[in-house]
């Protein structure tokens, strides 16, 4: 009985182990066309990183182009055809000129923060992601600027909506 025993325990523990201890992981979609900020830096002292200056980011007027709602619902919504605008002054209010689907017409606080964020890269590795932060009331929106002219929100790493302006001149 011992022995029957012992021949289940060590085929079971056989079994249970795996010859690749690595487990693969889908990579996240990306949103198409997105540059990376680059984030002015000089440290006023080593090691030390100095933020992002606000007026270098979305001082000014922005027209709400379209919001993305990535995951169950993968949907665009289309303001093209409407002037909601999103007014980012220098005294850290943001001022939305009607409703949408992330945010009622009205005021709102703001900041833009430099936010370090450790990750794994395809392999496993260990690698550090710097990412300009525009927080609007409580909501932490990665800030994108792409190729095609649009400036993105990104509330998509966070399970929330991606916003997609145009600059007005």
Not at 3 to 23: G, H
Request: proline share 6%.
């Amino acid at each position: 009985m011992k022995k029957l025993f012992l021949l289940l325990f060590v085929v079971t523990m056989t079994m249970s182990c795996s010859t690749d201890n690595e487990t693969e992981q889908e990579p996240e979609e990306a949103i198409e066309n997105v540059d990376p900020v680059t984030v002015p830096t000089e440290p006023s002292e080593p090691n030390e990183p100095t933020e992002p200056e606000q007026e270098n980011l979305m001082l000014g007027n922005w027209k709400l182009m379209y919001i993305y709602t990535p995951f169950s619902a993968q949907s665009t919504t289309d303001y093209t055809t409407q002037n909601i605008t999103y007014e980012f002054r220098e005294d850290g209010i943001v001022v939305v000129s009607d409703d949408n689907l992330e945010h009622d017409a009205g005021e709102y606080n703001y900041t833009f923060t430099l936010e370090v964020r450790n990750d794994f890269d395809g392999n496993g590795d260990p690698i550090t992601n710097d990412f300009l932060i525009a927080k609007i009331e409580n909501s932490p929106f990665e800030y994108y600027e792409r190729s095609d002219g649009l400036t993105v929100l990104s509330l998509s790493s966070f399970d929330g909506q991606d916003l997609f302006f145009e600059a007005i001149e």
